[in-house]
């Protein structure tokens, strides 16, 4: 067998064949020599093969072949797909890999990209394209599609937080919260406030809102909580002096003690009644109490004291009520006790000795 001239791709020489032959005595030995000559391109040339048969007696046979090699396939590239990307992840051009059958280091040019523009400045289609080129000028193009879109919502950067104020305090004046966006320019409108009621006037909660929208739409709400409480319980302003009052002489009638608030509302003041500690011809006290209370049931109390002594003294006590004036340090031994009346006292006091028991 002898294989015809042949043309063969550059990756694929042993598409030329290989002769067969035969001798009548034994084996034959078949080898090659070629001569090659350069054709248009690196991967392209023609081969000029002698095929020469040798058999066990040294008697030969040769005929010659003709191989004209040629590159026509082009570059072949690999990886490069069709993508959808964030508006902040557009990846850099970079360089796309290619292969050849014949050369192992294909030129790529980047021929440059194209941008078409979407519903808005942050979604888009980036069309970008290459050309591979082998050592014979075989070429491929491809082209990749980027579609750019933004979906992700901005972030504020600066908030109002949250707080609890007296209702007597002053609101809070209204912020100026600030926000971002991985893509573009932000813009921050306030909503407004809204306030919910609570358990009394003075207990209520204010909600302002405010809207950060990124320049393709997408937008963040946030809202800020100030909780408003009244927990200061009123203040008396008036409460009728502690007085002393001889007995029999009759009780004063209860005054009228008034009270004032720090939160807006009237204050209720209710006498809730006297207690006395003892009574004639002893010397006692009576207490008078009031309770205010605000608007929120917040409360506080008041109290009058009135000191009621007796009508008249023994012998040595009116000689030495003239001295009471001055404070007199008491005397006693082990086998007496001090008492004191009444106790407390805001005037004068009754002192008794007695015996321990």
Known sequence: FMPSNVTVQCNDLAAAGRPSASDACGTVTID??????????????????TWRATDNSGNTA???????????????FVGVADITVQCYAVPSVGTPIATDNCDPDVAITFNGETRRGGSCVNQYTLTRRWTATDNCGNTRSISQRITVIDTNRPYFTAFPANVTIQCSDPTPPVANPTASDSCGTVTVTYAGQSITSGSCNNNFTIRRTWRATDQCGNSTVQTQVIQVVDNTPPTFTFVPANITITCPSPLPAPG???????????????????????????????TRTWRATDACGNSTTAVQVITVRPSSFGPDEEADD??????????????????????P???????GLGSFA
């Open 322 to 343: 003239r001295d009471r004036t001055q404070p007199q340090a008491p005397v006693w031994d082990d086998d007496r006790i001090l008492t004191l009346q009444p106790n």
């Open 62 to 76: 040769t005929f010659t072949q003709v191989i004209t090699v040629v590159d026509t396939q082009a570059p072949t």
């Open 32 to 49: 090659s020599t070629d001569a090659i000559m350069s054709g248009s391109c690196p991967d392209a040339r023609t081969i000029v093969r």
């Open 256 to 286: 009228s003690p008034t009270a004032s608030d720090n939160c807006p509302g009237s204050v209720t003041i209710i006498y809730l009644g006297e207690a006395a500690s003892g009574s004639c011809p002893t010397a006692h006290t009576v």
């Open 345 to 351: 006292t805001t005037d004068r006091v009754l002192i």
